[in-house]
């Protein structure tokens, strides 16, 4: 997979939870006890697949094989979800956001406290324009002092505020987020996106520019935020290195929606 592609699935997925190790339910019998281990195999050959070989379609086949022999198993249930998002993030057609809702859900039945679960949740409804249900959920997480990376309840939570036009407090939880994880380079793209809706110029660049110097894998490669900080420089009258950031945008893809809108933007520059 190219670091282009790689950073698009991020911006899309971004601030997913870590796996956790898949647990053992306690079923009565040996039968249970039997389907319980074969699922846990399943959820195994799963993961590898996805994170390892790059095989999600692979990877759901087994996912749902594992959830399917033992629906007691949050963490399955919750694999099964993070793979349709990912679909989603891969393929608009193949985007199965009601599925990977209802098993996010079922997880949470399962293990009410399954915090990776809720925030996965919460990225799940903010792709279905529902940030406010998302933000109920992202709020109280931030404050679990059990949750352990709150980095990432705190980047989502600023990601569904931004969606609701709710700009001081997006900037407010993106800060935090990306004060507990500076790596997050699209904790850093939606910052920049927040003061540019504010009209906060200089700090919108600084966001945009932090985004594309992250020295995480793949960043240099987040489109959308050299797009960003060529309009930041365009409304500063700064039409020399704006058109290079245009270029560069333009380098990564000619095809994807923010390389359409640099080459439409560049097309007039000229």
């Known amino acids: 997979m190219s670091k282009q592609r790689s950073l698009a699935r991020c911006a899309w997925l971004s601030f997913l939870p870590v796996f956790v190790a898949c647990s053992s339910s306690s079923g009565a019998g040996p039968h249970a006890q039997d389907a319980s281990r074969q699922a846990e195999t399943e959820y195994d050959v799963a993961r590898?697949?996805?994170?390892?070989?790059?095989?999600?379609?692979?990877?759901?086949?087994?996912?749902?094989?594992?959830?399917?022999?033992?629906?007691?198993?949050?963490?399955?249930?919750?694999?099964?979800?993070?793979?349709?998002?990912?679909?989603?993030?891969?393929?608009?057609?193949?985007?199965?956001?009601?599925?990977?809702?209802?098993?996010?859900?079922?997880?949470?039945?399962?293990?009410?406290?399954?915090?990776?679960?809720?925030?996965?949740?919460?990225?799940?409804?903010?792709?279905?324009?529902?940030?406010?249900?998302?933000?109920?959920?992202?709020?109280?997480?931030?404050?679990?002092?059990?949750?352990?990376?709150p980095e990432d309840a705190w980047g989502n939570l600023g990601w569904a505020y931004l969606e609701l036009g709710k700009l001081e407090p997006a900037v407010d939880a993106l800060r935090r987020s990306i004060a507990a994880q500076p790596q997050f380079c699209v904790g850093n793209y939606r910052l920049g996106v927040a003061y540019e809706q504010l009209g906060e110029l200089p700090l919108a660049e600084a966001a945009y520019t932090h985004a594309v110097e992250t020295e995480a894998p793949g960043c240099a490669g987040l489109q959308d935020a050299w797009l960003g900080r060529a309009r930041v420089r365009l409304r500063g009258a700064n039409r020399s290195d704006a058109q290079t950031d245009l270029e560069h945008c333009l380098a990564l893809s000619k095809t994807t929606p923010a390389g359409k809108e640099c080459s439409s933007i560049l097309a007039k520059l000229k």
């Open 48 to 149: 590898d697949l996805w994170l390892r070989r790059g095989d999600p379609r692979s990877a759901l086949e087994h996912a749902l094989k594992a959830a399917e022999l033992d629906d007691g198993n949050p963490e399955a249930a919750h694999l099964v979800a993070l793979l349709y998002l990912d679909f989603c993030s891969r393929n608009a057609a193949e985007c199965r956001l009601r599925e990977a809702e209802r098993f996010a859900r079922h997880a949470l039945e399962v293990k009410s406290d399954f915090r990776e679960a809720k925030n996965t949740l919460a990225v799940i409804l903010i792709h279905q324009h529902r940030a406010a249900e998302a933000a109920q959920i992202l709020v109280p997480l931030t404050q679990d002092i059990l949750y352990q990376t």
